[in-house]
């Protein structure tokens, strides 16, 4: 079965370098959620999608931003890097409907800020 | 807010033994409480989750889970464990009045020895 696709896997930049990180969701999935996972801590919730828009919201910084295209597909954009932003980077999709779908996890992308 | 609390970082255990992860959530109307899996340098695979119905989950790899309304918990459990299952856990709650993220508690390191 089709899985999230994240695109890179890995990304090494400086700082006050910027970055784009995508993600592609599972086939005939409308919603798509951005995670941050820090060295060693638990994940932290960015931001969703729902049908190309903003859906919620969480602690991401003014720095970044997001957006979703027509074909569902996801882009998170940083600029001026900074060290405190290495980490994992995970996308999930899933289908939007009056219960609760399951969020299915791609792989991460892994950010390094030299 | 939703909030999760992992009462352990770490647990050791032989294999073959059995293991409890503990999770308390914050409380809601209504939750939906999930176990994740994370291997060393890998993604989040969906061990199990509780939307509505029975209060004792079953998921993937010999793992269950017990939802308790009255004690706020959802504790993960396996009556032996093998090396293999060595990884980090956790647990993560969702609530339709948030928008359906995901908010995570810090993970539990589960350790199988031989």
């Known amino acids: 079965a089709a899985g999230v696709i994240q695109s890179p896997r890995h990304l090494i930049k400086e700082k006050r370098e910027t970055a784009t990180l995508k993600c592609y969701p599972i086939?005939?999935?409308?919603?798509v959620y951005w995670y941050q996972q820090g060295p060693g801590q638990d994940p932290q919730f960015l931001i969703s999608f729902y049908e190309k828009m903003q859906s919620d919201k969480g602690s991401i910084p003014d720095r970044f931003s997001a957006q979703q295209f027509s074909d569902y597909h996801s882009e998170l954009n940083m600029s001026s890097l900074e060290l405190g932003d290495s980490a994992l980077y995970f996308c999930a999709s899933s289908e939007a409907k009056p219960s609760y779908n399951e969020q299915f996890f791609g792989p991460g992308t892994r950010l390094t800020v030299l | 807010a939703q909030s999760v609390t992992q009462l352990d970082s770490q647990v050791p255990v032989f294999e073959e033994a059995p293991v409890e992860l503990r999770c308390n959530y914050s409380s809601s109307v209504s939750v939906y409480l999930f176990w994740y899996v994370q291997y060393p340098n890998q993604g989040l695979q969906l061990l199990l989750k509780?939307?509505?119905?029975?209060?004792l989950v079953k998921g993937i790899n010999g793992f269950e889970a017990e939802f308790n309304k009255s004690q706020t918990s959802f504790h993960l459990r396996k009556p032996s464990v093998h090396i293999s299952d060595t990884a980090e856990y956790f647990c993560a709650v969702s609530d339709q009045e948030y928008g359906n993220k995901l908010v995570f508690g810090a993970g539990t390191i589960l350790r199988v020895k031989s």
């Open positions: 086939p005939r999935h409308d919603t």
């Open positions: 509780y939307l509505s119905g029975s209060t």
